[in-house]
């Protein structure tokens, strides 16, 4: 088959994980199932676009043969602002949100044991059963919103309310409660009946429920101190949970999926959180040493792609991207195309296979498969990276087309602090943002990283997407990162045509 008609027959999948109807087809199984679910693991934490919400939705989709119940909440069209004004008083910053997570993680637990097929109808059952139904009737969809919906604070706390006259006296009476206007007394007496229940449970059936995409409108708050006390509140309360459940052998958990820059960005507000540290799984695809480039987890995760698609079984990467007919021409080492994507790409899934997918465009448009297809491709991914990108920098610099200016006078080679100083003074005040930070800022979002000439031949690369942990050293040379200068300058090109 024709390298151009073999690509064109390639299923490369949906470039996020969470929407991917065929995610299992071709979902590389790192034993995720034993790490995550079966250990005591209660955070999934790495860069955008490095699988979490894959893995998010894998896990939902092989609960069933797992035996286990999976509830998965997305928070992408959460009403995240109606939930920051949720503040219990009770408790000192940054835990003020504990109580309104607590009961929206108890609840979603009561609601799967309801729904369980295998449910046990006893007293404990049945005063689930009856506080879910008074609550949310039949609508067990999206529980969490509407939880936070109904909830009203006032000077007594917090409360939850249907609007109903009857509301306070008749689940007052379901959950044996004298108070049912205090969420405290609430989340108490739910997490006592639910413990029992599955103390008692002699089935195997694991229960889970997951959080994803809270930060997926991270960008969008104007009170970022807000935004991680809630979240700081959260992995408090998974944290709390799973450890009392692990303790009395119960089998129930809570997991929270998060970007790497925020939970590290954590403990500038909380000092407590550096005993999560075990109980993360950090995702991390990076090629960082010579050695990684034996069979990279970025090389299976395209070359399982291919290999399912039809009529591909047993090609991969160097079968259909074969350098030796595309011709090529590469400073890369021994032409390797796979490693030319990759340096382009800030080493995530969602990077490679989107390169790999705007290959596949232009040979679609355009018939053919030769050396002009690379370059052309390149363009068009490197403009999606400027893309994604641009959305996190106009939150901290609005003048965006200012600061792309600025950077493509830097040019793509490595220059020192003392020339970035230099240049910089006649822009600073329209960008608005002092040098330094500026450095700190860029390093954060891979837009530069830092390098190290030794004996004037090898370079060592120092970067956010080499180490999540990594900071920007003002004392070695910097360089822009080779995808987002070339969507730079073309974007640049693009403009004047």
């Not at 910053?93 to 006893?122: C, G, M």
């Not at 007394?185 to 739910?190: E, G, P, S, T, W």
Request: aromatic residues 14%; glycine residues 4%; neutral net charge.
């Amino acid at each position: 088959m024709k390298l151009a008609e073999a690509l064109l027959n390639v299923d490369f999948g949906d470039i996020d994980g969470l929407y991917d109807g065929n995610i299992e087809k071709y979902f590389i199984d790192d034993g995720y199932w034993n790490k995550i679910v079966l250990k005591d693991t209660y955070y999934i934490i790495g860069r955008k676009g490095t699988g979490k919400s894959a893995i998010y939705n894998w896990i939902e989709k092989t609960a069933p043969e797992n035996d286990a119940i999976v509830s998965n909440l997305s928070f992408s069209a959460f009403p995240f602002e109606k939930l920051l004004k949720l503040a219990d008083d009770d408790f000192a910053r940054p835990n003020q949100y504990q109580s309104i997570w607590r009961n929206i993680i108890l609840t979603e637990l009561a609601s799967l044991i309801v729904k369980d097929a295998k449910s046990i109808k006893n007293d404990q059952y049945n005063e689930l059963q009856q506080y879910i139904q008074f609550l949310f009737g039949e609508d067990l969809i999206d529980l969490h919103k509407q939880i936070t919906t109904i909830a009203q604070k006032d000077a007594g706390g917090i409360k939850l309310s249907t609007g109903s006259l009857s509301y306070e006296e008749s689940i007052a009476r379901n959950l044996q409660l004298n108070q049912f206007d205090n969420i405290t007394v609430i989340n108490r007496r739910l997490e006592n009946v639910i413990a029992n229940y599955l103390l008692h449970y002699e089935e195997e059936t694991r229960f889970l429920v997951q959080f994803d995409q809270l930060d997926d409108n991270y960008t969008q708050y104007q009170k970022y101190d807000e935004y991680y006390q809630s979240i700081i509140s959260l992995f408090k309360v998974i944290y709390d949970i799973n450890q009392k459940f692990k303790a009395r052998n119960i089998n129930a958990k809570v997991i929270g999926y998060l970007r790497s820059d925020i939970f590290y960005s954590i403990d500038e507000f909380d000092a407590e959180s550096a005993r999560w540290d075990t109980h993360k799984f950090n995702l991390n695809w990076s090629i960082v040493n010579k050695d990684d480039w034996s069979n990279p987890a970025l090389l299976k995760v395209v070359n399982k792609r291919i290999s399912t698609s039809e009529g591909l079984q047993n090609s991969e990467f160097k079968d259909i991207f074969n350098n030796d007919i595309i011709r090529y021409s590469t400073n890369d080492d021994s032409n390797d195309l796979f490693k030319h994507f990759i340096h382009r790409t800030f080493h995530r899934p969602r990077d490679i296979i989107q390169y790999c997918i705007k290959v596949q465009e232009e040979v679609q448009n355009t018939g053919r498969f030769y050396r002009g297809t690379i370059n052309n491709s390149e363009k068009e991914y490197s403009l999606w990276l400027l893309s994604e990108l641009t959305n996190e920098i106009t939150v901290k610099i609005p003048a965006i087309k200012t600061l792309f200016e600025f950077l493509r006078l830097l040019g793509s080679r490595a220059f020192n602090l003392s020339t970035f100083k230099l240049q910089y003074k006649t822009y600073e005040s329209r960008i608005g943002i002092e040098s330094e930070e500026l450095l700190r800022f860029l390093y954060k979002l891979a837009i530069i990283h830092n390098v190290n000439f030794v004996k004037g031949r090898y370079t060592e690369y120092f970067s956010i997407i080499r180490n999540d942990k990594s900071t920007f050293n003002r004392d070695l040379k910097i360089q822009i990162h080779p995808g987002f200068w070339k969507g730079l300058h073309t974007s640049n090109y693009v403009s004047r045509k």
